[in-house]
C-alpha cells in the first residue's frame, strides 16, 4: 500500500497539467481560399488558437526550471510573439514586414537549455523536435539533411502537417557548426548553416524525402487504411520557430577581444555573464556566417548552476530526479525519505562534476546504486538518505541490512 501511495504523491504527472490554452482543431487552414476574417480582424483563427501571456509561460517555466530568470523571460516573449503572430495570421491578418523570431540560447551543459524549450513546447501544446546540429552535413549524404528536421515534425504529430506547420524545432550544438573547416568533417558547418537559411524564414519542404525511395513508394500505393498523399506535398517553414543553442565555450575570448579594442572596461566573473554581452561581431568572429546569425535576432544565455541552486533543482523543481528515484524504490514497496544533510551533500558533490544538473544523476547512481540492488531483495520497507550515506553509501547499506 505504501508503494501505490508513494507512487501517486511522487507522480508530478505530465508538464501538460499545466495552463492549456493553446491547441489545434482538426481543420488545415487553406491558403489557396481568402482567409475568412477580414483583414485586422483578430477573430479566432479556424486552425490554431493561443491565448497565453509571457508571464503565463514563465510562470509555468518556474515550476520545472530552477533560475534561468533572464531566459526564461526573453523565451516567454519570444514564444509568445511567434504564436500570437501565427494566431492572427491563420485569422486573416497581414503582417508582410513581420520578421520570425528564432532564438539562441547560450550556456553551458546541464544548466536547463533543452528542459526549457521542452517545457514551452508541451505548455503550448505545439510539436517539438530537438537535434544535434552535428549530426547534419552539407550534403546529407554522409550526416542528416536538415529538411529530416521538419519531416521529423510532421512524423511528432501522426502526419498532421497542419499540426507541424507551427511546431517548435531545437537545433543543440550549433556552436560546432561555427569555422568547421578545422573541425576534421567532412562537410563543412558553414554548408549546413546555409542549408539552414531557408528554412528559418520560409521554405517549402517536400513532405516526403526525395531521398526516400520507401516513402515515395508509400505515397503512391498507401498502406490500407492510409490516407494516399497528394502528389509532391510539401510543408511550409514559416511558421515553424527555430530555436539553437549552444556552450558556446571559445566565444568569451572574442568578446574580451572586442572590449579590449574598443577600450571597454572587461568585467571580471564567470564566463558566463560575459556571454550576455555577445554581439553578432562575435558570433562572426566565431566562425558563423552573418546570414545565419542574423536569422537568430533573440539571444540570451543560460547561467551555470551553483551548489544552493542544484539543492533547489532537487526541492522544487517539478521534474526533480528525487521523483523518479521513488518511483523506482515504490515499485518495490521501499520508500526513501531525502534528509537535507543528504541533499546538501548530493549538491555539493554535483557541483564539483561541472556538467550542471547532470551532475546530480551521476552522484545519486554512485550513492544508491547498491540500495538499488540489493534491497528490492530484502525486507526493508524504508531508508534515509543522508549525508553519511552519501559518503560512504557501502557502510550506510550494511548498517541498514544489519539493523
Ligand atoms: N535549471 C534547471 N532546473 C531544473 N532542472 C534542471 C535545470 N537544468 C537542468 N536540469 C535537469 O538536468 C537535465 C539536463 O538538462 P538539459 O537537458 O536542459 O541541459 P542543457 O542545458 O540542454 O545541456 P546541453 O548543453 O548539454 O544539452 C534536465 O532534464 C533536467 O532534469
Ligand atoms: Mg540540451
Not at 571597454?264 to 564566463?271: C, F, H, Q, V
Not at 521513488?326 to 534528509?339: C, L, N, Q
Request: some cysteine; overall charge neutral.
Amino acid at each position: 500500500m505504501a508503494a501505490s501511495t508513494l507512487v501517486s504523491s511522487a507522480d508530478l504527472g505530465p508538464v501538460s497539467r499545466g495552463l492549456e490554452s493553446a491547441r489545434f482543431r482538426k481543420s488545415r487552414p487553406d491558403r489557396s481560399t481568402p482567409p475568412a476574417a477580414e483583414v485586422g480582424s483578430a477573430s479566432p483563427a479556424p486552425g490554431f488558437h493561443f491565448e497565453l501571456k509571457p508571464r503565463d509561460v514563465k510562470t509555468h517555466l518556474d515550476r520545472f526550471v530552477i533560475q534561468q530568470d533572464e531566459a526564461k523571460k526573453v523565451l516567454s516573449v519570444a514564444l509568445c510573439d511567434h504564436f500570437q503572430h501565427v494566431r492572427l495570421t491563420l485569422a486573416g491578418q497581414k503582417a508582410p514586414f513581420y520578421t520570425k523570431q528564432n532564438v539562441l540560447l547560450l550556456g553551458p551543459t546541464g544548466v536547463g537549455k533543452t528542459h526549457l524549450i521542452r517545457s514551452a513546447a508541451e505548455l503550448i501544446g505545439v510539436p517539438f523536435v530537438k537535434a544535434d546540429a552535428t549530426k547534419f552535413s552539407e550534403t546529407g549524404y554522409v550526416g542528416g539533411d536538415v529538411e529530416d528536421l521538419v519531416r521529423d515534425l510532421i512524423r511528432r504529430v501522426g502526419g498532421d502537417v497542419s499540426k507541424a506547420e507551427h511546431g517548435i524545432i531545437y537545433l543543440d550544438e550549433v556552436d560546432k557548426l561555427a569555422g568547421s573547416d578545422t573541425g576534421g568533417r567532412d562537410v563543412s558547418g558553414k554548408g549546413v548553416q546555409i542549408n539552414l537559411l531557408k528554412l528559418m524564414e520560409d521554405a517549402d519542404v517536400p513532405v516526403v524525402s526525395p531521398n526516400d525511395i520507401m516513402g515515395q513508394m508509400q505515397s503512391i500505393m498507401p498502406r490500407p487504411g492510409q490516407p494516399p498523399r497528394e502528389a509532391g506535398a510539401t510543408i511550409n517553414t514559416r511558421h515553424i520557430l527555430f530555436i539553437v543553442s549552444g556552450a558556446f565555450a571559445g566565444l568569451t575570448s572574442h568578446i574580451r577581444q572586442r572590449l579590449a579594442l574598443a577600450g571597454k572596461e572587461i568585467p571580471g566573473g564567470r564566463d558566463a555573464d560575459l556571454l550576455d554581452l555577445a554581439v553578432t561581431s562575435d558570433f562572426i568572429a566565431y566562425g558563423f556566417e552573418p546570414e545565419f546569425i542574423g536569422r537568430l535576432p533573440v539571444r540570451v544565455a543560460c547561467q551555470p548552476l551553483g551548489e544552493n541552486d542544484l539543492y533547489d533543482v532537487m526541492r522544487r523543481s517539478e521534474s526533480s530526479l528525487l521523483r523518479q528515484y521513488e518511483r523506482a524504490f515504490a515499485a518495490y514497496g521501499i520508500e526513501v525519505k531525502w534528509r537535507a544533510d543528504g541533499l546538501r551533500r548530493i549538491a555539493r558533490l554535483a557541483a564539483t562534476e561541472g556538467t550542471g544538473a547532470r551532475g546530480l544523476m551521476t552522484v545519486c547512481e554512485r550513492a544508491l546504486r547498491d540500495f538499488k540492488f540489493e534491497l528490492p531483495s530484502t525486507e526493508v520497507r524504508r531508508f534515509s538518505v543522508t549525508r553519511e550515506l552519501v559518503d560512504d553509501p557501502k557502510a550506510a547499506l550494511a548498517k541498514l541490512l544489519g539493523d
